[in-house]
């Protein structure tokens, strides 16, 4: 059974740094993009960063170049997303999400339940 859990979400100030991490079962992350999304309210669900791990290839939002790194440790079957210099604009669900596929969207099979992060002073 595929299963994703996100966590390490959390209140913060502007211009603080969080770590999120998606712990991954049910398969391995062998030649899979993990993606990670987000919503804030009364928004669409978009992409942040997504990771393909055949090649290790990268992708970021605009918003979150320079800012966001996504990284995987396959032992730990885990995807994380260092998140540096937050902005309130960063408020919101995130989520990390696969198809177990080489691709990664909004139309991933499966998801998390998410992690909230709160960027406010």
């Known amino acids: 059974q595929v299963q994703l859990v996100e966590s390490g979400g959390g209140l913060v100030q502007p211009g603080e740094s969080l770590r999120l991490s998606c712990a991954a079962s049910g398969f391995t992350l062998d030649n899979y993009c993990i993606g990670w999304f987000r919503q804030a309210p009364g928004k669409e669900r978009e992409g942040v960063s997504y990771?393909?791990?055949?090649?290790?290839?990268?992708y970021y939002a605009d918003f979150a170049k320079g800012r966001f790194t996504i990284s995987m440790d396959n032992a730990k079957s885990t995807v994380y997303l260092q998140m540096n210099s937050l902005k309130p604009g960063d408020t919101a669900v995130y989520y990390c999400a696969t198809s177990l596929t080489l691709v990664c969207g909004l139309g991933s099979k499966y998801w998390g339940r998410g992690t909230q992060v709160t960027v406010s002073s």
């Open positions: 990771i393909n791990s055949n090649d290790g290839g990268t």
